[in-house]
C-alpha cells in the first residue's frame, strides 16, 4: 500500500478532526502529498497539498484559514488538521501523492493524480 488515510468521523459543526496519511518511504520522499475530496454527488476536489520539502503548502479557497497540512518525516506521515468544520465539508477526503510541485495541484485534473490512497469518511453535523 503506496498511502493510508485514517482518521475520519462524525463531529459537530465548528469541531476539529485531524487526518493522516501514511506514506510508503518512496512515495513519502519523492512526491508532494496531499488531500482530495469527494461529497456526495460533486465532484472530488482539491483541499491542500504540502510540498516534499515540507516548505509550502497550498490550500483551496474553501478551507484556507481552517485547515492545516503538516508531515512527519520520522513516520512517513502528512496530516489535515481541520478546524471549524462546517456542514459543508462532509465528505470522503483522499491522500494523494503527484510529482507536480504543489502550485500547480489548484488546477490539476484529480484523474491524472499518480497515486491514490483509500477515502476515509468525514461527517460534519449541524
Known amino acids: 500500500v503506496q498511502l493510508q488515510a485514517s482518521g475520519g468521523g462524525l463531529v459537530q459543526a465548528g469541531g476539529s478532526l485531524s487526518l493522516s496519511c501514511v506514506a510508503s518511504?518512496?512515495?513519502?520522499?519523492?512526491?508532494?502529498i496531499g488531500w482530495f475530496r469527494q461529497a456526495p454527488g460533486k465532484e472530488r476536489e482539491f483541499v491542500g497539498v504540502?510540498?516534499?520539502?515540507?516548505?509550502?503548502?497550498y490550500y483551496s479557497d474553501s478551507v484556507k484559514g481552517r485547515f492545516t497540512i503538516s508531515r512527519d518525516s520520522a513516520k512517513n506521515t502528512v496530516y489535515l488538521r481541520m478546524n471549524s468544520l462546517e456542514v459543508e465539508d462532509t465528505a470522503v477526503y483522499y491522500c494523494?501523492?503527484?510529482?507536480?510541485?504543489?502550485?500547480?495541484?489548484?488546477?490539476?485534473?484529480?484523474?491524472?493524480?499518480?497515486?491514490w490512497g483509500k477515502g476515509t469518511l468525514v461527517t460534519v453535523s449541524s
Open positions: 518511504g518512496p512515495i513519502y520522499r519523492q512526491y508532494s
Open positions: 494523494a501523492a503527484d510529482l507536480r510541485i504543489g502550485s500547480r495541484w489548484h488546477d490539476m485534473d484529480y484523474k491524472d493524480v499518480d497515486h
Open positions: 504540502i510540498t516534499r520539502s515540507g516548505g509550502s503548502t
